[in-house]
């Protein structure tokens, strides 16, 4: 499998970056991790740093693209923020956002994590064929019904999360259960925040259609984050995974 990667990331409006990302591959590994240290609590780049951290060597241990790897791995981040916490007691309340996509390389296999609003996304033929749910208030109340989907990306109550690594006790991440069997020329997309907040998903794929390489894509997709930003805006993060030549081309 041939895999083109391209990363970006920006303070947005803000004085510090509390976003950090990493992608590690072995001989028939690829993992990529992203994740947003949460604004209003300090630490929140020490939180992102070391949650992306030891995502990337528990994976360089344990190099198993597996659902049960990836909430392993996962956990590993979230002890790793409680051991800080600990030794740093002013970074008590320090806490942040995760995404994790773990490829396994020979046999074309896809699978996710998340805790948080940072997203994973992946197109095929330029279409959204996954998209995350958000672990926030706001998107609680879209599937409850409450408030349209669109809300999602104006409501006063946006940031609000019902899940982030840090909390005391156990994470509860979402793990994709069933590995997805990936196809010549789908791309995968994990962005934090402040990133999808400006960029809807009609916009993602229709750029997609366009670019001819993940760096055209993700640079188009950022001109319209600062077009549409406000002043101050969020630190705003995104890695895209463009996949060719796959070993299988088996539908999920």
Known sequence: MDLRVSVLSNP?????NEDAYGFW???DCWVGVLSDGLGGHAGGDIASRLAVRHVLAHFYRQPEATAANVLAAIGAAHDSLLAEQ??????ASMRATLV??????KYARATWGHIGDTRLYCFR?????VQTRDHSVVQAMVDAGYVAPGELRTSPHRN???AALGEPGRTEPYIEPAPLHVRDGDVFLLCTDGFWEYVVEADMAGYLAEANDPDTWLRGLEQLVRERGRPGQDNYSALALRCTDPCTTVLR
């Open 100 to 105: 994790v996509l773990a490829l396994d390389t």
């Open 25 to 27: 591959a072995g001989p």
């Open 86 to 91: 600990r030794r740093q007691p002013a970074l």
């Open 12 to 16: 947005g409006g803000r004085a510090v």
């Open 160 to 162: 609000g999360l019902l």
């Open 125 to 129: 033929a330029n279409t959204v064929l």
